[in-house]
Every structure is written in C-alpha cells, then in structure tokens.
C-alpha cells in the first residue's frame, strides 16, 4: 500500500478536507477517506482533483496545429491536409509524435487518453512486417510518457458508403472485417496495467452496417467500442442516400448501441438520435475544442444527458491539449445555443473531464474506491484561480495550473514537465522537425 494525502480534494463534485487516499499494489484506489491525518510515509499533495480522461485523441493531428488557420474551409479542406501527414507516418516517426503528444497530455492534467488507432499499414495499405507494428509504437509511446491508455483499434473498410478506399486511405484498411478481427485479437499482446486494447468503428461512412454488426457480435462485452457519429451533416446525407436511415439508427439495427458504446461528437442528430442513444446509456464523448476548430457544429449535450447518455470530453485533433478548456467550451457551446447559463452543473462538468472520461476508456474513473489512482495537483492561488470555490475550480483553471500528475498513484508529472525531467516542449520540437522533413 501507498498513501497519498490531500489537504483538500474534490470528490464526486463536493470539497473535502485532509484526504487520506490508500494505493494498492495495482495502482488502484483501495481506500478512501475524508478528516484524516496523514501517515509519515504519505506524499503530501495540496489541492486535488481527479485525474481527466481524454476520452478521444488523433495524436498525429498534432503535427497540424498552427499550420492550418489561414486556409478557410471546412472539415473536409482540413482532412486532406490530415491525410498528407498520415501519408509520411510510419512507425517509428509516429512512436516520436506520440511520445511528445502524450507528454503534452500527462503534463497538462490528462492522465489516460482513448488513442483513435487508424494509421495501420504502410502507404498503399501493405502491411508492415508486424501488422500491428503502428499500434504497438503507441502504446510504447504512452508507457515512456506515463500516460494511461486505451489503444482504440479502428476498422476502416470504405471511403464513402459503397465507395472503395481513395489513395490517402489505403494503409488505414484491411480489406474485411474478418481481416481486422484477425490483426485485432492479435493487441491483446499489448496489455498490461496501463494499456487497454478497445475497438473503434470508424464510422458508418467507413464501415458498412453488415460488419459493424459482425463487430458489436465479436467483440467480448468489456471491450470499449467507439464510433464518429454524425460529426458533419454530410454523414447523415450519405447515410439516408446509401441505407435510408441516420448513422444512429444503424448503429442500433447492426446490435452496436449499448453501454459499452462511446459515440464521438453526436453534433447533428434527430430526436429518434437521441432518445436510441439515451436508451443505451452510451457515453457522448464531445470534443469542443475541435468542433469550434473545425466549424463542425455544436453537440446536443444537454439533451444528450438527459435522454441518458453520460458525457465524456476529448482533445480530438488536439489543436488545444488543456482538459480544463474542454470543460469550459461544453459549457459555452451549450450557452451560445440557448442563450442561458448553467446549463450544466459544475460536477456535470467535471464529470465529464474525470469520470464520464474514463468510462470511455473502459475504466472507472474519478476518486472512488476501485477506480485508478490517477490524480492532479492543481495550484488553488494563481492569477487564474485564485478565490474561486473548489467545486468550480475546473470552469477558471488552465494546463498551466497543473503542479503535480499522479498515474497509479506514481508521480509521472510535475511542474510542465515528466518524472524524468524530459520536457514536453522539446519532445514536440524535435518530433514535429523530423516529421516536416519528411514531409
């Protein structure tokens, strides 16, 4: 057992003080107690929430920040550029982005990330000598950055309903769903304490019906599945053109909605959408920074919550990598679209940035016995926080705020930096060079 002591924590939205947090051998929470006194042998911690889950990441859309905002357009101007890069990835150039991306991620208060895995084969879809040799990169990646991760492996079939794979797509298909069912079994390698192997359907553009059903059957029940959904209207043109029915609705006929399910964005849905969604219990994973980024829209997140979904945030194409902006940009998207404040809770909010988060990864999260220890020391008294009440501390705080990052209960980061003394700043520079030389 190890002990970590809070002078005050946040714990299922309310304060607490003197927080006395014991660690099994697992690195999961095995006590958890409020009034008292720490051990002599107990890391000392300050002010203290749980750890964020990013509960939906590209690591390699990193290589685009700052690089793409003087081109207008849409989501679908900005994918191609998405493709150039994932066209010069392979898997050691990739090891070295998400290394860097991950570190940004841990440092900034994202103690586990659901990775959106699609970038499989070298371009022209051959495969590497290890099928999985881009997947196993990352979650290498993850281990040397202390990040917690979920390794959502994704199917990727066509380029469009009933449209073979354009060039650019070619190395993120494997032909069949029998043949990505095949490379898939082969992950389970790849696990341990700190990696899951989950599975992704990458949308209903790319995986027909027929083998998101075959998916939703084959999979074993505890592995987190994931989807985009209806992220551009044009999904949902295309999915009433080809098959007759909204993306939701064919989720649900193929067997794919459930608890196990996290639906990514769910920006343009019906109210049939949104009553099949709320009725799985699915989590809604929204990514506000990305949506706003990329003019997608804005989610439905109070309607989502209250049909029955929980809510989950992500970095996306981690144009901003701060889990404190995520919570604020669900809330002004939610305002901006009714024109009325507090349409969610401050523990709704920080629900999703903690525990709806790591339900996403498969995992329970947030400061509960069972649930990893995985943690953040956030600095109570800066420019930005200073006399704000615990409970709203994540509406005003920033990365910035981020003092010390505990996965496990081990500290992995602490002042803008890793454990090690490596800097995320400098894993970037060098990372993103190399890969710009490539390109």
Known sequence: MR???AQRALVAGEERARVLVEVDDGGRIAALAAGADAPPDAVRLGTVLAGGGNAHSHAFHRALRGRTHDRGGDFWTWREEMYRVAGVLDPESYFALAEAVF?????AGWTGVAEFHYVHHAPGGVPYADPNAVGAALAAAARSAGIRL???DACYLEGAPGEPLAPAQLRFGDGTVERWLERWHALAALADETVTIGAAVHSVRAVPPEAIGVIAAALPEHVPLHVHLSEQPAENEQALARYGATPTRLLADAGALSPRLSVVHA????????ALLGAAHVTAVLCPSTEADLGDGIGPARELADAGAALALGSDQNAVVDPFLEVRGLEAGERLRSRSRGRLTPAELDA?????????LGSPGGLVVGAPADLIE????????AGAELAQLPLVATAADVTRVLVGGRLVAEGGRLADGRSPAALLVSSLGALRARM
């Open 150 to 152: 979920t390794l959502l």
């Open 352 to 360: 999703a940035r903690s525990a709806g988060g790591y339900r996403a």
């Open 103 to 107: 570190a940004e991620m841990v440092a």
């Open 3 to 5: 002990a970590l002591f």
């Open 267 to 274: 920006t343009h849905l019906t109210e049939q959408d949104l």
């Open 378 to 385: 956030v600095d109570a008294g800066s420019a930005r926080t």
